[in-house]
């Protein structure tokens, strides 16, 4: 009863802060605004001239993404705020979302902006390298880390922020060091079928054809 009377008071908190949206200056210094909240369905896809694959299909307001699942991945469409990719042994994990503390000024997304906030996220990391990524025709800066978030426990990261008309998309990719060449492949496959809708709201679905 009283852990039902805690979800209760918290689902009626939340519902209260969302009547109201405070101006930027009545917010409290440090006020870090929760990300979009949007919801996640997969889509199975076959026919004549197409080889059978798997949608994420991603809806936020009047905007919709997409990209193909690889195969034998798991995807979760449990979280409000991402959508996760997950091999059968989890040792690769991608997650998909719209970062809310950064903004892309003119449709560019500035990569210091990007780094700052990769750091702050997570400030055991060390950053490797820092290159460009292109998806869905946007451009956007990509970095690739190291991090430990356990003892004897050695993680490889590569993050990518490109700008769109819902915010500034992350793909976000996690694996262990021993799969990091299939990670990559994998997170590159995501970027390359990755689609967005226009302007009238239109999403084309990403398929792959049997000829070209």
């Known amino acids: 009863m009283a852990i039902k009377l805690l979800r209760y008071l918290s689902l009626a908190a ?69 959508t996760i990719v997950a091999s059968p ?32 996220e997570h400030p055991r990391a060390v950053i490797l390298s820092e290159t460009g990524v292109c998806a869905n025709n946007q451009s956007g800066p990509l970095f690739e880390l190291r991090w430990n978030p356990a003892t004897n426990l050695v993680r490889v990261a590569r993050v990518a922020y490109v700008p769109s008309r819902a915010g500034v998309l992350e793909f976000n990719m996690v694996s262990s060091v021993e799969k990091s060449a299939e990670a990559r492949a994998d997170f590159n496959f995501i970027l390359l079928t990755f689609r967005a809708s226009g302007p009238d709201g239109k999403l084309a679905l990403p398929c792959l054809y049997t000829k070209f």
């Not at 929760?34 to 001239?49: D, K």
């Not at 949608?55 to 919709?64: H, V």
């Open 89 to 120: 042994d989890f040792t690769r994990i991608f997650t998909f979302s719209v970062n809310p503390w950064i903004e892309a000024d003119a449709g560019e997304v500035n990569a210091e902006t990007c780094r700052g906030a990769l750091l702050a």
């Open 14 to 82: 939340l519902l209260g802060l969302a009547a109201h949206r405070p101006e930027a200056s009545e917010l409290p210094a440090g006020f870090m605004p929760l990300a979009p909240s949007f919801e996640t369905q997969v889509i199975s896809q076959s026919g004549p001239g197409v080889f059978p694959t798997r949608c994420a299909q991603i809806s936020l307001g009047t905007n919709k993404f997409a990209f193909l699942v690889p195969e034998e991945f798991r995807v979760d469409t449990s979280k409000p705020a991402k």
